[in-house]
């Protein structure tokens, strides 16, 4: 199974960005999907989680600010995210627990100028 991000890039601050990770290949099972991400000069974090029930967790940092959703039947996971800052520049992973086990994309960047 590959997983596979797009929808990265630049905005201004104030601005939105919507990312998309779908999983290619079939007769897997996908249970959670994530978003994580890297900020410069600190450790991966989650940025939002999604049950494959539908249920969101959504961290305090950027909570009213991003929405996670998913589509089970197209296996991609979206992370829309508005009103970005500056502090949310860095590069989102997408990571589903695949048949029980964790997959990871490889990366986007984010950049949000000033």
């Known amino acids: 199974v590959q997983l596979v991000e797009s929808g990265g890039g630049l905005v201004q601050a104030g601005g939105s960005l919507s990312l998309s990770c779908s999983a290619s290949?079939?007769?897997?099972?996908?249970?959670?999907m994530a978003w994580y991400r890297q900020l410069p000069g600190k450790q991966r974090e989650l940025a939002s989680l999604i049950t494959k029930e539908g249920l969101p967790m959504v961290p305090n940092s950027v909570k009213g600010r991003f929405t996670i959703s998913r589509d089970n039947d197209m296996n991609t996971v979206y992370l829309q995210m508005n009103s970005l800052k500056p502090e949310d520049t860095g590069v989102y992973y997408c990571?589903?627990?695949?048949?029980?086990?964790?997959?990871w994309g490889p990366g986007t960047q984010v950049t949000v100028s000033s």
């Open positions: 290949g079939s007769g897997f099972t996908i249970s959670n």
């Open positions: 990571t589903a627990i695949v048949d029980w086990s964790p997959s």
